[in-house]
């Protein structure tokens, strides 16, 4: 039997009891996998080049913008907190981070003392970011700075906390 395969639209032959068994046929099996997709092609938001997307992917883009490459996602995110305008920057370096890791101090939580560095975070005691002095900066995991920041009770636990540790 002669059919048409459903990507390419050319035509072979198959067996009729295999024309019988499937409801669609392909030529070969590179047009079988490309039969399998079911995204779409998709324009790059920076570039224009077109682009495969999964539809998983489609569905759950929050911005709705899709990208051939990570140089195009990095091209369009460009002036978004990035560079000048990421919120760390100071002449160039995120130095405060490196200013504590220089110091001889612990790298540990001051209130639940978490060692992971992986988590830990540098807190501006009087919260001016500006102030990169010694004595401004601790380290705080992100948890302990999140509470910091948001709980009253926390703070006034924070601050009995730095007093001991200024005074000793």
């Given amino acids: 039997m002669i059919i048409r ?3 390419c639209s050319r035509y072979f032959v198959r067996k009729r009891s295999q024309v019988l068994l499937a409801k669609k046929h392909y030529c070969s099996v ?5 039969g399998r997709k079911k995204g779409k092609i998709i324009e ?3 570039c224009g080049k077109k682009v495969y997307k999964k539809n998983k992917d489609i569905n759950n883009s929050k911005n709705k913008k899709f990208f051939c490459g990570v140089n195009c996602s990095n091209k369009w995110l460009g ?12 002449n160039g370096k995120f130095s405060y981070k490196n200013i504590l890791k220089r110091a001889d101090t612990a790298i540990i939580c001051i209130l639940c003392g978490e060692k992971d560095p ?4 540098v807190h501006h005691i009087d919260k001016n970011r500006e102030n990169n ?16 920041h948001n709980n009253s009770s926390e703070l006034t ?6 007093k001991i540790n200024v005074n000793s």
């Fill in 79 to 90: 002036g978004k907190n990035r560079g000048q305008n990421h919120s760390n920057w100071i």
């Fill in 118 to 121: 992986r988590i830990l975070s």
């Fill in 30 to 34: 590179k047009c079988q996998i490309l």
């Fill in 5 to 7: 395969c459903e990507i």
């Fill in 44 to 46: 790059c938001f920076v």
């Fill in 133 to 148: 002095s010694l004595s401004n900066l601790t380290w705080l995991c992100h948890n302990c700075h999140f509470l910091v």
């Fill in 157 to 162: 636990r924070f601050n009995s906390k730095i």
